[in-house]
Every structure is written in C-alpha cells, then in structure tokens.
C-alpha cells in the first residue's frame, strides 16, 4: 500500500510539473497598431478571455510603428512566445515580420489588415483573420432596400433654386428645406 501511494504521488507530481512546463511553454503575443483604439481594446478583452478558458498566457505588446513591431517579436521570442497575432501598422512590413519569426520559429496570424509583399500583392501564405467588411456592406444595403420596398419609406432629395428639399415618409408630401451650402 505504501509503495502504490508513493507510486501515485511520483504520477501526480510528474503531471502537475508537465502541467507548469506546458503552461509556461504556451504565451501568445498580440500585437496591434493602435492599443488605444476600442476595437483593439475589444480584442485584446477577448483575447485575455480565450488565454484563460484554454490555459494560455496572452502577452499584450502596442506596435505604432515598423521599428516597434520588429523590436516587439524579438521581446516576444525572449518572453518563450511560440506565435503571435498581429494587426500590422504597416502591411508592407509582411516580408520582414515573417522573416524575423521564421528565425524565432513562432506562428504568425495576421488580424484586421494582409500583409503585402515587396510588390504590393497579398501575401497569401500568411493566415489571415478579418471582417468582409465590402460584403457586409453590401448586404447592409440589400436589407435596408428590401426594407424600404416593404414600407414604401423612402427619401427624396431634389435640387431647385439653389436650395435642396428632401421628401420623406410614407406616401406623403412632407417636405424639409434647407439651403445647399450647408
């Protein structure tokens, strides 16, 4: 009974040490162009949140510039990181900031903006996380079409004698002047 219960805290002590390696072992940068912004806020919060539930750190570095975002993946290495995601200041720095974690061996993930190569085109080897923003502008305009044909509400704007006068409503007369320079 005593060698099994030596036995059996030799495995515990053996899991809880490879539990602080692998914990150690896993930090992640996020690097963004502008950690003032409240977009970044946002996904630095949520990048915080997914670090806790799947047991990973998030190293949180502001990179405004080229020189900054180089310097901040050296930090990164130094720090254990094994990859990071970034929101470039620049997406012609693609080449070099890929350069620079091949040497490190890290895993990038671009956020928000594509990396460009030397010759401007997408570089499209570099994984890349980002709104359709173009689409969902356009559906945004197909819905709101679609919405206006259901209520035959809509908005006019004609230009007369220099002022304009816009009409709106459901099948009404309203009309609003208001002078054109404005």
């Known amino acids: 009974m005593h060698k099994f219960t030596k036995a059996l805290a030799a495995i515990g002590l053996a899991a809880i040490m490879s539990q602080s390696a692998i914990a150690e072992s ?3 940068g996020f690097l963004v162009k502008q950690p003032e912004e409240p977009w970044f806020q ?4 949520f990048a915080d949140k997914a670090g806790k539930d799947l047991g990973f750190e998030v190293i949180k ?11 901040a993946i050296d930090s990164l290495a130094a720090s254990g990181a094994k990859g990071f995601v970034i929101c ?3 997406p012609k720095l693609g080449p070099a900031i890929m350069a620079k974690a ?3 061996d ?4 671009a956020v928000d903006d594509q990396f460009a190569n030397a010759k401007g085109k997408p570089m499209d080897t570099v994984p890349l996380v980002m709104m359709a923003a173009t689409k969902i502008g356009e559906r945004q305009g197909q819905e709101l079409y679609k919405e206006m044909q259901k209520t035959r509400l809509g908005c006019e704007i004609h230009r007369r004698n220099g002022h304009y006068r816009q ?6 007369s309203s009309y609003f002047w208001f002078n054109g320079s404005a």
């Open 42 to 45: 946002t996904e630095w919060k």
């Open 88 to 90: 470039t200041p620049d």
């Open 106 to 109: 890290m895993k990038v993930i």
């Open 167 to 172: 009409r709106t409503g459901y099948r009404t």
């Open 102 to 104: 091949r040497g490190y």
């Open 26 to 28: 896993m930090k992640l």
């Open 61 to 71: 570095i502001a990179v405004p510039d080229g020189e900054k975002t180089l310097n």
